[in-house]
């Protein structure tokens, strides 16, 4: 538990650009998992000054963005292309090449086989060192929704009202915001080494709450977390509330 978000960002930060280091001087590639909303937005600005004051390099960061919403252009406001390339990739060293994002321009009867061909660049690149995670008030991690089991890979899903609704500001209104999206699964994301999760303000506590000290179900796609061997959460006072 730390005091603010810009603590556990640090934290978050630090960790990261160990693992990126001690990857590189071993002349191997770190492999991350990255996630948008407000949530992580800081740990982006600290990874953006080590590389400006700290000579941290991005150069051997291969990167998988959890989701996308479905359809959505690149350089619409609300991508998350356009969400990481203004909160993180343009200001570093990372390879272009090494970028993958779910792509919300693709026909959609091509979308299958995007999403096995996003399984198998995980699978290529060795795997996910590291997971970045927010967590959606409805306990949806990337965008599994409840109802999402833990065998789950990369698809496309519907999304529930409640993660519509928190949308419709961005989107300037509820019509505007996608009734779709294509993420990774509950199995992908715990498919990753390590997995720090992330929750700030009050209105995360109650399901954080639930994802920590409730029972594992499908209803609540986060409980799955509590499976996995080397995961952490990183909350707020306002947060960690109700624990
Ligand atoms: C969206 C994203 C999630 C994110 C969630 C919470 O639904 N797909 O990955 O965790 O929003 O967003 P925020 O961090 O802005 O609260």
Redesign the pocket.
């Known amino acids: 538990m730390f005091k603010n978000a810009s603590e556990a960002s640090q934290v978050v930060a630090t960790e990261i650009a160990t693992l990126v280091r001690e990857r590189a001087s071993a002349g191997k590639p770190c492999v991350l998992g990255l ?6 937005m800081g740990v982006y600005r600290e990874l953006i000054r080590m590389h400006r004051d700290e000579n941290l390099s991005l150069r051997n960061v291969v990167t998988f963005n ?2 996308e919403y479905f359809p959505m252009a690149p350089d619409a406001a609300q991508s998350y292309v356009r969400f990481m390339n203004e909160n993180l990739f343009d200001h570093v060293d990372v390879l272009s090449e090494n970028v993958h994002i779910p792509d919300g321009t693709i026909a959609e009867e091509s979308v299958g086989k995007f999403c096995d061909d996003y399984e198998s660049k995980i699978a290529a690149a060795g795997g996910i060192d590291l997971q970045l ?4 008030r409805t306990g ?4 599994n929704e409840p109802r999402s089991d833990a065998d789950t890979v990369t698809r496309m899903v519907v999304l529930n009202s409640v ?1 519509r609704n ?2 419709a500001e961005n989107f300037d209104g509820l019509e505007n915001v996608p009734h779709h ?1 294509v ?1 990774m699964g509950v199995q992908t994301i715990l498919n990753a080494q390590r997995i720090r999760l992330m929750a700030y303000g009050e209105h ?1 506590s109650a399901i954080v709450e639930r994802t920590v000290c409730g029972d594992i179900t499908e209803s609540i796609p986060a409980t799955f977390l509590q499976q996995h061997g080397d995961v952490r959460f990183l909350m707020d006072d306002a947060a960690a509330s109700k624990l």
């Open positions: 996630a948008t909303g407000s949530t992580p959890l989701d995670l927010g967590i959606g949806h991690i990337g965008f993660t928190d949308a999206a993420t995360k």
